[in-house]
């Protein structure tokens, strides 16, 4: 989704504002634009499409001189993509240029009080009015005028400015969309996420919700809504350059396939220290635990089925009732939440709009909250009562693999470490479980290594306009994640079904030589299974069934069969989704689809 940075400093702006933007591509985006203050004039070069568009028209940005500028990847929402669309946007008078984040709610209300005030409007967006507000309310002091003007609007954004008469210096304000300073010497910056910061620095400030900045070369001064100034520390940013880098693959969703034995490893490592589950600062005391009734998992997207997936591990373990529901949905439903619920919140990029949103909701019933946490310093992280990160690195193909099982890791850990607070698991089957747990990573480079040729099966399946996958408890949680992987990035129609549920529908869709992707690995269920895969082929079907090593049921009723190695069925999930993965990333790649960046979709959905 949209992405922002800015830069004030000694170099030129430009060529640093063209390779933050770089970074920030993979959040999606359809149009670019940059913006320089030099000689006291802005000057702005905007495109539709790629930013390798935006360096050629800027001469990789040497035709756009200056040393304090601002850049924006704009994701469509209010007017379609467009040189006029895209952001930076200029006001009338030329003197302040701005790009912004989020959706201004209330736009349409303000855009007629500006017009009936003779301000002339460019483009369609719901951002313009914030350019032209500020025209209005600057008097010769540009940090009241953002104040005013931020105080107009309703709604979300992460905004940054310049301003010819400050030809030095950027302001910067945040409410409910990402924003991070990043401190560095005679120059600073800010950017929408970190990975468009760490080629130039690691030092960053986190700036919260209501706080507004005003930043030099040499300075970062931060203020509340009344201009009273907040000190703010500097974290370090600890991610590796290299790995939001290629690394030799064709692709990031590739090369963080390739990952996940180690970002696994890397998530659950640290946690277990001899024998015991240590779940960082999270005070999840024996009385706490044993006074919440139910736990409900909120996510969106894959973060939603990785809830999926894993509910039936705490349920079974733990012995209380979990409830999966989408953010979208539950911060909607008035949902019968007390201070006896255990919120648990997945997401990668922790600034999932919906998510916060039902996050927000769901606190304010009581809830206590537990956030697994890709992004460090995220929103999500810093509003849940707990954050237990997932160690995955930087995440950066938009459709998420290492972000998914490493979820799924730090939700094993959980149910582990509670089933045994909660007394409800014995000594020697926590440690059998824990060492199954332990062994996850090589068991997950084993899947790897056995499906090394799983692009010839992506051969025999790639050239269809639609699938369906089917299974029953935690397969059918993966065959969510499978489904979504593959119509998300080869656009090709896929389905999930609770194989149980054919029959009521279904079944009416299954034609001759309709694939069928049937995931098999849940042995309490393994009969009924088969009994659906007998009956799609029975009408045509073909079926791809995905089971575990050694298992010969399969062979004879399956057109052909994925194989995972047999591992604990508590913690299979992890093992299956990762040839799914592939079977999408092949099947993608034979139709010749943008992988890392699928159209229409975005990395991070900061906007409802
Ligand atoms: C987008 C991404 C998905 C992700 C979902 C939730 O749709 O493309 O990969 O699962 O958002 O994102 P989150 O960052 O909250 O996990």
Redesign the pocket.
Known sequence: MCGIVGYTGVQGASPILLEGLKKLEYRGYDSAGIALVNEGVISIAKVTGRIANLCEKTNDGKDYPGTCGIGHTRWATHGAPSDNNAHPHLSNDGRFAIVHNGIIENYMSLHDELTAKGYHFESQTDTEVIVHLLEMYYKGDIKKAVIKTIARLQGSYALGVICTEHPDKLYVAREASPLILGVGVSENFFASDVTALVSYTRNAIYLEDGEFAEISPEEINVFDCTLKPIEKKITRIVWDIKASEKGGYEHFMLKEIMEQPRAFKATIAPRIKDNDIVLDETELTKEYLESVNKIVIT??????YAGCAAKYTIEKLCRVPVITELASELRYCDPLIDEHTLLIV???????AD?IAAMKECKSKGAKTIAVV?VVGST?ATLADHALYTWAGPEIA???TK??TTQLAVLYLFALYAAKKLNNIDEERYLSLLSSLKSMPKKIQETLDTNSNIHKIAIKYYDNKSMFFIGRNTDYAIALEGALKMK?ISYIHAESYAAGELKHGTIALIEEHRPVVALCCNESVMEKTVSNIVEVKARGADVLALTFKGNSKIVSVANDVIYVPKVETFFSAAVEIVPLQLLAYYVAKLNECDIDKPKN?????TVE
């Not at 996510?299 to 939603?304: I, K, N, R």
């Not at 997945?346 to 999932?352: D, I, K, M, P, R």
């Not at 979709?601 to 959905?605: D, G, T």
């Open positions: 996510a969106c997207g894959s973060a939603y997945l997401s990668q990029s922790g600034e999932t998510t890709n999500i938009v459709a998420t972000g998914f998300e979709l975005a990395k991070s959905v």
